[in-house]
């Protein structure tokens, strides 16, 4: 038996199927299957989080609050979100593309259980739709790179992937999981054998993955780099590149026309406006113009790319300069005092050597699988197709370091290396002959089931105590957001409420109340003015909240935010009304016993 690759199986129909007795010619229903056990157990594990509808994010609120907006009326390509910073309200650079399935879903519930019952079916199911997605892209992809039967190990890997399956979890709804899901479908159609249809399918991906937003570029930029890269290898990989082409082009040009925002119709950096519409387009028209080079020499074949590359970015640098720097485009203050304060944000070495390990440890066997894959592949002939793969798993392990919010995506990249350690080193360990081959198997069997295994071990550690102020700070966390704390607003008279900048999503979302200032990055100037007020003298407070129209200040004592404000500013307002100063001009609202927010009248 050789000890390789075996990817001619699946789309060779002059070969059998071995698998065929036990039915994986219809593997999408076993696919399915995994699926839906998943998603029974992804819903009774969450079933309390259901109920009493704790969305995880401020970005899962905005979501819903989003659809809310369209379900009530709102302007198609109008995504301002007038509930907060009124009346003029507040620039959200997303896309409608992720409220549909939320908004279907609500609208054939809301008949028959009300609108409450349709938020939660809607928060509950929609987020595992994508995952459905990716199982089924992962089984593509691995029957086309390993084996037939693999795609049922590469659906279980995807299951293990604990920071990926967060953003596939019931009542994530933010349009992280479809990222993901259309991530691991551009790497189905780098594997695919038919070249049109695997370009055509990479290219619709990542149009659809920047049409709903560009936090996956890096991945999608890899991955087209990988298909050019292909076809300065192997010139019968032209077909590729030009269904790539044309489906990346045209796929934006639809995306741009059906779901950007009034608001990115101009140059902004942040979204598929025009800034990224065009370079796409013209991506597009190089790559299709290179994949009719004729020419039989690899070498100029590669220069011809590297002309077009440079070209590309020259005119881009000389057309969008102001994109050159942070996509967000914020001010050095916004930085100073918001963005850079948001954890997922940093780099995976800052933090906790627990979380690095727990994060990096499948990536990093998802690596070492491709790169043996690729190597294994070359006896058929099929190194072309693994060697890209390889390519995206070892820059996704790169990026993960850069920043820690592309866990998931790294760890989904994965997947397929692992999948083919599995497949292929477990069956034939005990009858192989060849000390080094056996050692070698036990290593990547080993360090597999590590990975795999590594957050539940690291689980197990002794950590250290939780101090008296963390865990009010958690507690804050958890209660303050809670449906019985937000429930006085929903009676209370519609009003502008001045509050934290993380409390402003949840507010809005189940409440009819309205609030400054959201975590968005458009909206720098409403998100200083509450850091403004909260970290200056107090007479500067109430005249900012004076500016927004606030009747009501609303704050959450321990909260994550308000720590930043007490130790950025001792002497500032918050500081002072945190230590139980009273000033004359705010005048305490009751609520229920127990509540754990803090209410005032604003005169």
């Not at 994986?24 to 009493?52: G, K, M, P, S």
Request: glycine share 8%; hydrophobic share 50%.
């Amino acid at each position: 038996m050789r000890d390789t690759i075996d990817a001619g199986l699946p789309d060779d129909p002059g070969r059998p199927r071995p698998f065929d007795r036990w039915g994986f010619d219809h593997w999408v229903r076993w696919q399915t299957l995994i699926w839906v056990a998943a998603a029974v157990f992804l819903v009774v594990n969450r079933w309390a989080a259901i109920t009493w509808y704790s969305l995880p994010d401020t970005d899962d609120n905005m979501r819903m609050a989003q659809v809310h907006a369209l379900l009530n009326g709102q302007g198609w390509y109008d995504l301002r979100q007038y509930k907060l910073n009124p009346p003029a309200g507040f620039d959200i650079h997303w896309s409608r593309l992720v409220d549909l399935p939320l908004a279907a879903i609500e609208l054939v519930v809301r008949p028959f259980a009300g609108q409450g019952l349709a938020e939660r079916t809607a928060a509950a199911i929609a987020p595992m739709l994508p995952l459905w997605v990716a199982m089924v892209a992962m089984g593509l992809a691995v029957r086309r790179l390993v084996a037939p039967g693999s795609f049922a190990i590469g659906a279980l890997l995807i299951l293990c992937c604990q920071t990926a399956m967060l953003m596939f979890s019931p009542l994530r709804v933010d349009h992280h999981g479809w990222q993901l899901a259309l991530l691991v479908l551009t790497i189905a159609g780098l594997a695919d054998r038919d070249t049109l249809r695997g370009g055509l399918t990479m290219g619709l991906s990542s149009a659809a993955s920047l049409t709903i937003g560009l936090e996956l570029m890096p991945f999608l930029v890899i991955a087209g780099g990988a298909i050019v890269l292909r076809w300065v290898w192997d010139r019968a990989e032209a077909t590729r590149l030009r269904g790539y082409a044309l489906a990346l082009g045209g796929g934006c040009a639809l995306g741009y026309a059906g779901f950007t925002s009034y608001a990115s119709s101009v140059a902004r950096c942040d979204v598929l406006s025009p800034v990224w519409l065009s370079t796409m387009v013209a991506a597009g028209v190089l790559a299709f113009t290179l994949s009719y080079l004729t020419v039989t020499d690899a070498r100029i074949r590669l220069a011809s790319v590297a002309i077009g590359g440079i070209a590309l970015a020259a005119l881009f640098a000389l057309t969008w300069p102001q994109c050159l720097g942070r996509p967000e485009q914020i001010s050095p203050e916004l930085a100073t005092k918001w963005f850079d304060n948001i954890r997922e944000a940093k780099p995976l070495y800052t933090q906790p050597w627990t979380v690095f390990a727990a994060v990096v440890a499948l990536p990093v066997v998802g690596v070492l699988g491709s790169i043996w894959a690729a190597w294994q592949a070359r006896a058929h002939g099929r190194f072309g197709a693994w060697a890209p793969v390889a390519l995206v798993a070892m820059v996704s392990l790169l990026l993960v370091l850069w920043q820690t919010r592309q866990g998931p995506a790294a760890q989904l990249m994965a997947v397929p290396g692992a999948t083919a350690l599995a497949w292929h080193f477990v069956p034939r360990l005990r009858n192989r002959a060849s000390l080094l081959v056996r050692t070698i198997g036990i290593i990547a069997v080993l360090g597999l089931g590590a990975s795999l295994a590594m957050p539940n071990l690291l689980a197990e550690l002794p950590s250290k105590p939780v101090s008296p102020r963390s865990k009010a700070i958690g507690r804050a966390n958890a209660r303050c957001t809670t449906l019985p704390a937000m429930a006085p607003f929903t009676k209370m008279p519609v009003t502008t409420i001045f509050t934290f900048v993380d409390l402003g999503p949840r507010l809005i979302n189940v409440t009819p109340q309205r609030a400054v200032a959201g975590p968005y990055h458009r909206n720098g100037e409403a998100i200083l003015d509450v850091h403004h007020a909260f970290d200056g003298a107090p007479e500067a407070a109430q005249a900012i909240m004076r500016k927004h129209g606030a009747t009501l200040l609303l704050t959450c004592p321990n909260m994550s935010e308000s720590t930043i404000y007490r130790a950025r500013s001792p002497n500032g307002f918050y500081s002072r009304l945190a230590q139980g100063e009273r000033f004359v001009w705010l005048e305490p609202m009751p609520l229920p016993n127990g509540s754990p927010l803090m209410l005032w009248r604003i005169r």
